[in-house]
């Protein structure tokens, strides 16, 4: 069901202290609203985050996961892990993961296929770089994400999928794409996915921007008809911030 969201990606950011500190501020200021409000803390703080939002309205994520049930795979986190401790959301293709992890299309898409074998709900993340976007290749390469990452997913797993459409050039640089940017490839995108599998798809899947949204810049971008919020970074790290872009959603 496409609804609004806000999500907070807190990266390699916070030990467990700042984490409870940030946690409790953004619960005790937590404005009511209509959209759905997500954190997604490093992995080793996970559990007492879930435990700490037990009763609260705000979701917990993780940041990754591994495909694989379980095995050899040195320093990753299974779907089955996440779930026994009530995390039942992870973003899946996130840009650094693809640049400074070598994460493919190929490996995200298996990675996408676990978590939803696992009934878990994917936030996946998709974008251009700079060179790709001045030399006019912005569409083709979504397109291509998107196809490779999740177009041989059946029909009803689209329930289950949240997308960010996240441009490399505009994540942690302060430089936003212009509300207009983002309104066009969201229009991109549905428009890719209705010809993929269909209208009634495209439509119900919510689409969030990312890539320097700040609370100056929140309102404008989230105002725009196919963007459904927003998958945000640094901003998400400093209560106020994150509490001032939930109240633009
Ligand atoms: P940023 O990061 O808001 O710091 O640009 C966004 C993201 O990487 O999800």
């Not at 039942?88 to 296929?113: P, Q």
């Not at 083709?140 to 059946?154: A, H, I, R, T, Y």
Request: hydrophobic share 45%; net charge negative; proline share 3%.
């Amino acid at each position: 069901m496409r609804s609004k969201i806000v999500a907070g990606n807190w990266k390699m950011n916070k030990n467990l202290s700042e984490t409870q500190v940030l946690l409790e501020e953004l619960s005790e200021k937590l404005p009511s609203t209509e959209a759905e409000v997500i954190v997604a803390p490093t992995f080793v703080n996970l559990a007492d985050t879930a435990r700490m939002l037990k009763s609260s309205k705000i979701k917990v994520a993780a940041q990754n996961m591994h495909f694989a049930e379980s095995g050899a795979y040195t320093g990753e986190i299974s779907a089955d892990m996440l779930l026994n401790i009530n995390v039942e959301l992870v973003i899946i293709g996130h840009s650094e993961r693809r640049a400074y992890f070598g994460e493919t299309d190929e490996f995200l898409s298996k990675k996408v296929k676990a978590a939803l074998a696992n009934n878990m709900r994917v936030i996946f993340c998709f974008g251009e770089e700079l060179e790709e976007r001045k030399a006019g290749n912005h569409f083709k390469v979504v397109e291509s994400q998107l196809k490779n990452g999740l177009f041989d997913l059946p029909a009803e797993a689209w329930q289950h999928l949240v997308l960010a459409y996240e441009p490399v050039w505009a994540i942690g640089t302060g430089e936003t794409a212009s509300p207009e940017q983002a309104q066009e490839m969201h229009a991109f995108i549905r428009k890719t996915i209705t010809e993929a599998y269909d209208a009634s798809i495209a439509d119900e899947v919510s689409i969030l921007y990312g890539g320097s949204v700040k609370p100056s810049n929140a309102r404008e971008i989230f105002s725009k008809p196919d963007v459904d919020g927003g998958l945000i970074g640094g901003a998400a790290l400093v209560a106020d911030d994150f509490i001032d872009i939930i109240r633009a959603s």
